[in-house]
């Protein structure tokens, strides 16, 4: 299976922006189909974001119009850019191949959003 690596998380105010990183142990991204997701305590993990091996992307209704999702296939790395943050955003944040065989769920990276 192939290594996803989530960072980027932190602590930031309401109408702030963060940027996700899911770095990849080889190249995929130009061949699999990726997403991100999320999950707060209590609740099942939800979908955020696709992106096709293709380039084409999909959003879930909250992240559309704020978070935009993006591949670098030269640094095998993903990217989940977040803009006006909103304290419902808080959560912990995970990337993952939609292809169930090819990776697992990693760490994932903390988001918090508070003032």
């Known amino acids: 299976q192939v290594q996803l690596v989530e960072s980027g998380g932190g602590l930031v105010q309401p109408g702030g922006s963060l940027r996700l990183s899911c770095a990849a142990s080889e190249s995929i991204f130009s061949r699999y189909s990726m997403a991100w997701y999320r999950q707060t305590p209590g609740k099942e993990r939800e979908l955020v974001a696709t992106?096709?091996?293709?380039?084409?992307?999909d959003y879930e209704d909250c992240a559309k119009g704020r978070f935009t999702i993006s591949t670098d296939t030269a640094k095998n790395t993903a990217y989940l850019q977040m803009n006006s943050l909103k304290p419902e955003d808080t959560a912990i944040y995970y990337c993952?191949?939609?292809?169930?065989?090819?990776?697992?769920w990693g760490q994932g990276t903390q988001v918090t959003v508070s003032s």
């Open positions: 993952k191949l939609l292809n169930p065989l090819l990776s697992s």
């Open positions: 992106h096709t091996a293709r380039g084409d992307t």
